[in-house]
């Protein structure tokens, strides 16, 4: 994976491992838009498993842990990878948050379209790509990058809106509060490992809280939360240098013994061995 040489960087299927690796959990590098023509894309976001086909879209959180599991032959797609930085200095009207922020707190952020739908994504990102690919001088380059760009995050922000209102009609009460932990632990895991923290984040007991996610997910508050460290570790071990006492330290815990005892619980192996299977 590579580092964004310009603010915004487009990828299609001749260099699109550059910014996803394949069975390898990983943060992405920077936040993207991903519009897949055709073909199956198979991957991991965080806990959960997104499929998509032909003619659909998804927005890549680069705080989110991904791992691609399988992706078709000859595949036609292109990602928009992008500065968080770049979005903020945009002069967007989206709920008065720049675009970042508010696609990164949408709880569902993938999405299949009707071809009319897609069609306008598609060409307006094929411009895109054809602008920054050019080496023809214009005066006017940054001002139509910018628009071309703008014109993609508010392509994304209609899809997303008109989708959470469908879906939010949908979600029951027990839902609601399992998707809400969800997004609470998927933001503050590292700092808060406590049930009860979350518990009283929406105002309910912790028993109850476990209740709920039992009967929505089959899993507990704490095997919820203990997965989303694993899916961390997981990435620091498989996708960066730094040594198991430094991935304790960035995860919180008290000492590298604590993390490993905790690694090995859940994996069946130790940090060290799980790191050898990416070491060629």
Known sequence: MQTLEYPIQIFDTSNVFDFIAVRRPHHPKSPAFLILKK???????????????????????????????????KPEMLVIAFSRQYTEKLPLKINRLN???????????NFCLDPKSFTRIWNNAELLQNILESEDPSTNREEIIRHLFSSAVYLFGDIISQNAVFSKEKVSRKQEITLQFLKNVGEHFLEEREVTRYA????????????????????????????????????????TDKS??????DLKFSDQ??????FKKHSGESPAFY???FRH
């Open 257 to 262: 013994y604590s993390f490993g005892h905790f």
């Open 99 to 109: 675009a970042f922020v508010y696609f990164r707190n949408e709880l569902i952020r």
């Open 275 to 277: 790191r050898k299977r």
């Open 244 to 249: 198991v006492y430094e991935v304790s330290v």
């Open 39 to 73: 073909g199956k894309l198979i991957f991991t976001e965080g806990l959960n498993s997104i499929e998509l086909g032909e003619n659909c879209v998804a927005l890549i959180d680069s705080r989110q842990v991904y791992e691609l599991q399988e992706i078709s032959e």
């Open 200 to 239: 009283e984040k929406q105002f309910i007991t912790s028993r109850h809280l476990t209740a709920i996610l039992k009967e929505v997910t089959g899993k507990t508050a704490g095997q919820i939360i203990a997965a989303y460290v694993m899916k961390e570790a997981m990435a620091l071990l498989s996708s």
